[in-house]
């Protein structure tokens, strides 16, 4: 595609869907054909925008110099966020590597210009070649994903950056599950360094709740179906794996069946077990000694931390809320009363 604007000036245009570059060379005046335009002749006239067929005229007209390769459209769009910041997604405005510093360039110029904050590129892995030069104009590694990076630079010099650090705390989940007959269910990892019983559980997965994530663990462990009854406790450690923090929520958990079947791929054994044998076993550390005892101790003084879900008034979007309740459900307080049934037929025996 070629086309020529006055003075034997011909512009070859070279259109890439991210930009027009413009080529100049001393020949005959004549405007070829872009795309499904017809062919026309401009004549001997001083250049202006206006000669530039419709099709290609808002990019031509955004910036133009004489000397050299011109990129046209040379800045990137983004979206703009609620704290003046600009977000670069590579997936939706792809830019051929050649291109891609000068018009980073010409971007960060205008940004600066315009007072934005936080610039952000999420790099997907097709554009990866661009991470090496935006680490030249001083961005920072801020998060990675499969898929994605994402690179961030923060630009008023006058101003202390306050963009937060990305995730930095692994959230999981451990059950107390008791049954009829006061037994624990209880696991010993297949992988575990020192071989000890444990109660079931795992890492809770994005966008899942506490409640759930244990139901789902424990069915996934021991193939027991069960249901929520209430938040435990909390343990909260640092520099655990890959150096994040690490919170670790217990809940009770009522059982809905019996029979197990633990899962090969990572448990060794899996069995229900009498409480006081889990209170006083060697192999039980005590933080897991420590959760069973508050659930004994909230049953019996039926005081719970229930959930109660609903939406978020500003947000607009589910939460869970956790609170103490004085008045704990039937379901606690029947179990309460079996559990002082079975401790008075044993003292009984």
Known sequence: MTGIYSRRLCVDVV???SALVLRFYDVPVLVLSISSLQPCHLGYQDY???????CAAKKFTKSMTTVGDIALNEVFQGQEDRFHGITVDSSKESCDISVFPKKLEASLKQWTEKNFRGIWFNVTLEHADWVP???KNEFQFHHAKP?????YRWLPAAEVCNIPPFAHTMIGVGAVVM???????????KYSVIQHWKLPGGYVEP???????AIREVLEETNIQSEFQFLISLRHTHHGMFKCSDIYFVVGLKPLSEDIVKCNREIAVCEWMKVEEFLHHPEVHETNRYFVRKYLEYLENQVTVECAKGIHPLLQKPQCVYSIDFNPNATASEELLQRKAHENSCCRI
Request: charged share 20%; no cysteine.
């Open 15 to 17: 259109d890439n869907t």
């Open 179 to 189: 049954n009829k007959a006061h037994e624990i269910l209880v696991v010993r990892e």
């Open 147 to 151: 898929g994605y990076v994402m690179m």
């Open 133 to 135: 030069v935006l680490a």
């Open 207 to 213: 966008g899942e709740d506490i409640g759930d994530a």
């Open 48 to 54: 202006t925008p206006s000669f530039i067929p419709q």
